[in-house]
């Protein structure tokens, strides 16, 4: 089986917005990006779903943040199935924006310093502890095979 995923994070200042995710079908509670399952009208268009899942989950929308851009495609076998990832992170520029609150958690917004301490996922762990070290000083893409204890990221170059 695959699934398809998508969590994007945003950044306002020195803080990130984190949801504390409750009532999961694949995660157990855990802080995790904001973000969800494609449906089937998205299934080849991630941004599409990210976006839709923002708006959901927070009420922000497309014109409340920088582009969207993607950075982080991630594979997993977890339970007997494919996860594929794709990870998006933007930066807040309506400052007056009021976060709604959720059905599916908390949202909260966690200082840059402190968010690799939060209980999360692996694979986004794992996706923001590249990001805040290599992947937010550059606008490249990478692809991320993650196992039960390790992750390899590499650079996806065009041809």
């Excluded at 990130?16 to 089937?40: A, D, N, Q, T």
């Excluded at 694979?123 to 606008?139: E, F, P, R, S, V």
Aim: hydrophobic share 35%.
């Amino acid at each position: 089986m695959l699934r398809n995923m998508t969590s994007i994070y945003i950044i306002n200042n020195d803080k990130i917005l984190l949801l504390y995710r409750i009532g999961s079908r694949v995660v157990s509670p855990s802080w995790c990006g904001i973000g969800g399952h494609f449906e089937k009208e998205e299934l080849n268009n991630p941004k599409e779903c990210v976006l839709r899942e923002l708006l959901e989950e927070t009420g922000i929308t497309v014109n409340d943040v920088e582009p969207v851009k993607l950075k982080y495609i991630t594979l997993r076998n977890k339970n007997n199935e494919i996860r594929q990832n794709y990870y998006y992170f933007t930066t807040l520029i309506n400052k007056n924006i009021k976060i709604n609150s959720c059905n599916e958690g908390t949202l909260e917004w966690v200082s840059i310093n402190q968010v690799l301490e939060k209980e999360m996922p692996f694979t986004a762990k794992q996706c923001l502890k590249h990001y805040l070290n290599i992947g937010k000083n550059n606008d490249k893409i990478y692809a991320g095979i993650i196992t039960n204890k390790h992750a390899i990221f590499n650079e996806l170059n065009e041809f």
